[in-house]
């Protein structure tokens, strides 16, 4: 029994290192690629390899768009969204976890549906919106469609009702206010879950390229992704590859950098906040 257990966990070990190093073809294959020197095309030759290792394609790439602008967009686009997000989800998780009106099912099954539409369908009403707001062109356009998480509120929700009732009920003979409650009974206690959904929130929306793309035009406001677009157009032709890749790596880098720091805690926040 030990020996065919040994070999189950060898087994399962070899297929996990097989999925991570397909995974981690691409980013092998742009950083490569971004360290070719720019005479080498990658139809030419070996498409991993170049004749040296050159920093050009960096140098070239920083030279296109003005990156520490665009990386300060990005995190007001990102921290703004969040910050206002954890208030909205917290107020609605805890309203569909613990509170009693008419309706309540049906608000909430209307949610579950927000999840299944994907976000390209609501972005002509979005954008007339945004108009009519008088807020193109604006940071605030950028991050007003993404104040409301339904992935939020259905995470803390389920969070919210695995906090015993007890604890509030002592909460409430103590004196506590609703909003002492929310704060130091359930915000208290739902950590894990708040860490896990911010981590989805500033992965998606530090990647979000088709509504700041549309709501902006200038520099000024644009973030990262919309940045990493002008070097498409670098030639008449189209894109140099290795300034293309060093500016994707430009993009990237925060992202892998924060989940390579807080991988274990990415993991477990998973594990603890009740996703199933």
């Known amino acids: 029994m030990s020996s065919s257990s040994g070999l189950l966990q060898r087994a399962a070990l070899a297929a996990r290192l097989v999925i991570a190093t397909i995974f981690l073809i691409p980013l092998v294959f742009t950083l490569l690629v971004s360290l070719r020197p720019e005479n080498e095309p990658v139809t030419n030759g070996n498409i991993f390899f170049g004749s040296e290792v050159t920093l050009e394609n960096y140098e070239r790439a920083s030279m296109v768009a003005p990156w520490s602008l665009h990386y300060i967009n990005s995190i007001v686009f990102v921290g703004g969204t969040l910050a206002v997000q954890l208030a909205t989800v917290t107020c609605a998780a805890y309203a569909f976890a613990r509170m009693r009106f008419r309706g309540r099912n049906a608000l909430l099954m209307i949610i579950l549906l927000q999840l299944m539409i994907p976000s390209g369908v609501l972005l002509v009403q979005n954008f007339r ?6 807020l193109f062109d604006t940071r605030l356009a950028l991050m007003l469609p993404y104040w409301g998480s339904a992935f939020g509120v ?23 206010n609703l909003a002492q409650v929310i704060r130091h009974v359930y915000v208290s206690n739902a950590i894990p879950a708040y860490l896990a959904f911010a981590l989805v929130s500033v992965s998606s929306h530090w990647n979000e390229f088709l509504w700041p793309f549309i709501i902006t035009r200038s520099a000024e406001i644009r973030p990262l992704t919309v940045g990493l677009n002008k070097l498409i157009k670098t030639t008449d032709q189209g894109a140099f590859y290795g300034q293309l890749m060093a500016g994707t790596l430009i993009v990237i ?24």
């Open 129 to 134: 919106m945004i108009n009519i707001l008088g």
């Open 154 to 176: 259905l995470l803390l929700r389920q969070t919210f009702r695995e906090v015993p009732i007890e604890l509030e009920e002592a909460a409430r003979i103590d004196g506590a």
């Open 253 to 276: 880098a925060p992202l892998v950098i924060l989940f390579l720091v807080f991988q274990r805690q990415f993991v477990e926040s998973f594990a603890r906040s009740g996703i199933r």
